[in-house]
């Protein structure tokens, strides 16, 4: 297992950038895919971007070309840029590590999260 701290969270205002970041206590090297996911009031749980070990990244189709997640496997440390900010990216953000060996789930996981509010 991995313990996740999510930090960089706050206010903007609509069209400003935020960066988040996300410490892991260990390597990430070893680990298969790690993603930001979101969650605002009254809604469930939804991915925003994940990132595998190979470097290949997937998005959300509402934040494709404003966000950008990477990995700092020397820091073991997950980034997400966000740019071009609306109202409706405010959420909670939660970071999450999963790593599958010989097929199997060998661990599975969250931070506490960090809250991103976009409001003029």
């Known amino acids: 297992q991995v313990q996740l701290v999510e930090s960089g969270g706050g206010l903007v205002q609509p069209g400003g950038s935020l960066r988040l970041s996300c410490a892991a206590s260990?390597?990430?090297?070893?680990?298969?895919?790690m993603g930001w996911y979101r969650q605002a009031p009254g809604k469930q749980r939804e991915m925003v971007a994940t990132?595998?070990?190979?470097?290949?990244?997937n998005y959300a189709d509402s934040v494709k070309g404003r966000f950008a997640i990477y990995r700092d496997n020397a820091n073991n440390t997950v980034y997400l840029q966000m740019n071009s900010l609306k109202p409706e990216d405010t959420a909670v953000y939660y970071c999450?590590?999963?790593?599958?060996?010989?097929?199997?789930?060998?661990?599975?996981?969250w931070g506490l999260g960090t809250q991103v509010t976009a409001s003029s």
């Open positions: 999450n590590a999963v790593r599958i060996v010989d097929g199997r789930v060998d661990f599975d996981s």
């Open positions: 260990g390597s990430i090297f070893s680990i298969t895919v």
């Open positions: 990132i595998i070990s190979s470097g290949i990244t």
